[in-house]
């Protein structure tokens, strides 16, 4: 088995507008049962996740916070990677009554189009902060923190390779990850930016793209999938081998 350790995004991939659907989450026990590992990789802030699904035991780890937050459903236990951003950051954009705003354990969240005034108050408090879209999202973290960095972090913690990690997402903020993984899937509804740079797109969209996904990697461990060269767009060479983890090689 080659493919040991499925990765997914959860919205707009294994979730639709929030939820997910029976026959995805069916698959994912098919998925375990076939021995394989799984990992959520998400820009959520745990908190919100948990709230909205409670299957959160399918899962080995869940990267949450777009890199920034381990969790593991197992034990319970929570690993925050990187530093929060300070609590003056998040004043100044209340002052600045930028709304939504959601302040993580890391991550700092709003939509667009407030990443002008957000972008604003960074450069005024001369904060080292980086701004990521989603879809509409707009998140702010600690410079190079990303989904890879984060996907990275726990595949070290669990002595698994990124080589053996298939990834699927459908957002902007998948590329990093889908680029690190050993192969990187894009959802049919993911945007064709993502499309364009994945080694499968499914035929389907959101939960039944991961079921297709699930059950092609179950019958066949993708033996027929055409691996592209890593080192695509979004790859962070420099924080990925300050965690002690190589990019994977396509076999």
């Keep these: 088995m080659n493919f040991e ?29 076939s021995g394989r590992r799984a990992m959520m990789v998400t820009g959520r802030e745990l908190e ?27 034990s319970g236990e929570t690993e925050l990677l990187h530093e929060a951003p300070p609590a003056c950051f998040a004043d100044a954009l209340r002052e600045a009554n930028v709304t939504p705003l959601s302040i993580g354990h890391a991550i700092v969240a709003t939509m667009e189009p407030n990443e002008g005034v957000v972008l604003r108050i ?7 902060l980086e701004i990521i879209f989603n879809k509409g999202s707009v998140m702010v973290l600690p410079t190079g923190v990303n989904k890879a960095t984060g996907l990275a972090a726990a595949l070290q913690k669990c002595g698994w390779a990124a080589a053996n990690t298939v990834g699927v997402g459908d957002a902007e903020n998948d590329h990093a990850f889908l680029n690190f993984c050993g192969c990187g899937v894009a959802v049919s509804n993911a945007l064709p930016s993502l499309k364009e740079h994945a080694d499968l797109v499914t035929s389907t969209p959101h939960g039944l793209g991961v079921v297709e996904l699930i059950d092609l990697l179950i019958a066949t461990d993708l033996s027929g999938i055409k691996l592209r060269e890593r080192g695509r767009s979004g790859d962070n060479p420099g924080v990925l081998a300050g965690l002690g983890v190589q990019r994977p090689h396509a076999p």
């Design 48 to 74: 919100d996740l948990r709230r909205i699904f409670a299957r959160l035991d399918l899962f080995d780890v869940v990267v949450a916070e777009n890199g920034a937050l381990l969790y593991y459903p197992a």
């Design 122 to 128: 960074i450069k005024e408090l001369g904060l080292e």
């Design 5 to 33: 350790i499925f990765a997914t995004d959860y919205d707009g991939t294994l979730a639709h507008h929030g939820s997910v659907e029976p026959h995805a989450i069916a698959a994912l026990e098919r998925l375990r049962a």
